[in-house]
């Protein structure tokens, strides 16, 4: 499934729901009967019958994020809810260094939104990746954006947007990397920094 929030929320390449039918509709029809009603932003790509005990949210065994970040005092405004606008210079390179303390095996309870029903907070961070990209919707029309990849065994409510958040804060020169290392062993959400705006978010891959 497509998801397209642009609006204000997090967008979506490749979500995955799982679902149980009594009636008789051929698993072939299923996409074409559920996009006749479902709005534009969402699209169902494909369906297909799964295995008894699959579970769309709880067998992934890796999940990947991508958050996009345009740092330049003017947005072009064809790019305005694909990514986040932080005018004033990011360094990169603190950002890096932070980033390392994130990976890995943690309790992320720092980094959970408040709302979450997640009784575990232990997270692992496969990769967290930072690097200069170009984003394109036209032929001409490319624009330099900063490209957080986060890639992990699972994610809690709104993990990815605050460790964003916090590490542009590094980014800014309000925080450090020892200030995010003493975030994460804090536990406490009321220490890290701001939740980053849904609509730079997506959503890219889920591997089974």
């Known amino acids: ?68 970040i345009y740092n330049g005092k003017i947005l072009p405004p064809f790019f305005r809810k694909f990514v986040w606008h932080v005018k004033l210079k990011l360094d990169l390179a603190a950002m890096r260094k932070a980033a390392k303390i994130l990976r890995g095996k943690h309790d992320f309870s720092s980094f959970c939104a408040s709302g979450s029903d997640d009784k575990n907070f232990v997270r692992t961070i496969k990769k967290l990746e930072i690097r ?53 062993h804090r536990k406490d959400r009321r220490s890290a920094g701001r939740t980053a705006p849904a609509h730079g978010l997506c959503l890219v891959q889920v591997n089974y």
């Open 1 to 68: 499934m497509n998801t397209s929030r642009t609006d204000a929320g997090v967008h979506a390449l490749c979500q995955l729901v799982n679902f149980r039918i009594k009636n008789s509709i051929p698993t072939s029809r299923i996409a074409a009967a559920l996009n006749s009603c479902l709005p534009e932003e969402i699209r169902i790509i494909k369906a297909e019958a799964k295995a008894k005990g699959f579970h769309a949210r709880y067998s992934p065994k890796t999940k990947e994020y991508e958050y996009l």
């Open 132 to 184: 200069n990209s170009k984003l394109e919707i036209w032929a001409g029309s490319k624009v330099p954006v900063v490209s957080i990849r986060v890639i992990g065994n699972g994610f809690l409510y709104k993990m990815v947007r605050n460790m964003v958040g916090t590490l542009v804060e590094v980014g800014l020169g309000k925080l450090n990397s020892a200030d995010v290392k003493n975030i994460l």
